[in-house]
């Protein structure tokens, strides 16, 4: 008998749990208590989750756009003011700041790990700059060397992105350790979840208590006589969420370990693929999470590059299409848009318009795979590039 199908690729699905989430969840529901005031899941998971990262403190939230929005409003943005965002991330890097009433001004990324351009940051800096935010693009950290320059000759605060960088380093450094403050996200996607969740990392205590405040609708912590002492809202998690981010936790040190060793087989192969050039990777980045398998086909049109990501997932590849530039977004325009056309900023972002167009990720539970799969599915990018 011939076999002329070929075998399906099986990759590992996402997400993973077994008998550590079941226990946990458990241990969550039988406490009786399920909010984080009664219960002791979120405290726990908040020392875990800051340890993990060389923070002081941590403040879990209801996901990664309130972390943001949260993470800004303590740093004083509001209205009058701008943040400096890179044009190439998911659309709640500048939502969070339109939120607040604050505009969002996007700049270029760099052509090789899709994070913030600095000299592009530098170039947008106002009096109004109140913030710049960079993106940690799949877990690639930005140039925190050259920013923490940047920003302090600038006066302002930097907020990391951390959406796609739990456990990533940056020269030996983890995130928490850099001395800014982080925002990550515990969607459903994320390289650890609970279907939805976000956290705050913060080095400086007032900074985190100010938080804390503001996320619980302004009532301190033991309060019960409702003395709302500054403007909130609920960004509270709950128990159950936080008992699923502890068992989560306790596995990203070894599917990172996999992913590391699978990437570079990857990319490996899809360099050599005609047209297919995969994101570049800053050595000083000394330990990538790889939140998503990113690859350009560097010319083709955003249809073509549409048709490629279809045909993949005909083939069983995760593949999805990159980000869209913030700005050719309608969302973006809606509020506290910046005074400048679509155009403008188009004309000063020419590398985010090229992965506009150009740019599909793969799912990280590609990199879950084996060694096999990463030629498998280096195959089959090869084969649909060339056809499509
Ligand atoms: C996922 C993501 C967020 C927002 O996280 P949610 O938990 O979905 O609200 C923010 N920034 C980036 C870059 C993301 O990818």
Redesign the pocket.
């Given at each position: 008998m011939s076999d002329s199908s070929p075998r399906p690729l099986d990759l590992p699905v996402w997400p993973q749990f077994d008998d550590t989430e079941r226990a946990n969840l458990l241990r969550a529901l039988e406490q009786g208590q399920w909010w984080r005031m009664g219960g002791s899941e979120v405290d726990s998971f908040e020392r875990e989750f800051a340890e993990y990262h060389g923070a002081p403190h941590a403040l879990a939230v209801?996901?990664?756009?309130?972390?943001?929005e949260l993470a800004l409003q303590v740093m004083g943005v509001g209205p009058g003011a701008e943040v400096i965002v890179p044009a190439f991330?998911?659309?709640?890097?500048s939502q969070?700041v339109q939120r607040l009433g604050a505009v969002a001004v996007p700049v270029d990324v760099d052509l090789d790990t899709y994070c913030v351009d600095v000299a592009a940051a530098s170039a947008a800096v106002t009096s109004r700059t109140a913030a710049i935010m960079p993106?940690?693009?799949a877990g690639q950290m930005s140039d925190m060397d050259a920013l923490a320059k940047l920003a302090a000759d600038a006066g302002v605060p930097l907020l990391q992105?951390a959406?796609?960088a739990h456990g990533a380093r940056w020269r030996g450094k983890k995130v928490g350790e850099l001395g800014s403050v982080s925002?990550f996200?515990?969607?459903n996607?994320?390289l650890m979840t609970a279907g939805?969740?976000?956290a705050v990392l913060f080095s400086d205590t007032e900074l985190y208590e100010a938080a804390f405040l503001r996320h619980s609708c302004g009532r301190p912590r033991t309060d019960r006589h409702y003395r709302h002492e500054v403007a909130g809202s609920n960004f509270r998690i709950n128990e159950f969420t936080a008992s699923v981010l502890r068992a989560q936790l306790s596995r990203l040190d070894g599917q990172i370990d996999t992913r590391e060793e699978r990437w570079p087989v990857l990319a490996g192969q899809l360099a050599r693929i005609p047209g297919v050039v995969p994101q570049g990777r800053d050595e000083r980045c000394d330990r990538k999470p790889h939140?998503m398998a990113m690859f350009r086909l560097p010319g083709v049109t955003e249809e073509r590059r549409n048709a490629v990501v279809d045909e993949l997932v005909a083939r069983g590849v995760p593949a999805f299409a990159g980000?869209r530039a913030i700005y050719r977004c309608d969302a973006f325009w809606e509020t506290a848009a910046p005074e400048e056309s679509v155009e403008a900023i188009a004309e000063r972002c020419p590398n985010t318009e090229k992965l506009n167009a150009d740019c599909v990720w793969l799912h990280h539970r590609t990199l879950l795979g084996t060694e096999e799969q990463m030629h498998a599915v280096a195959g089959i990018v090869a084969e649909v590039v060339g056809r499509v």
């Open positions: 209801t996901n990664g756009t309130h972390a943001l991330t998911f659309i709640s890097s969070a993106v940690h693009m992105d959406a796609h925002a996200s515990f969607q996607g994320k939805e969740g976000g939140y980000f």
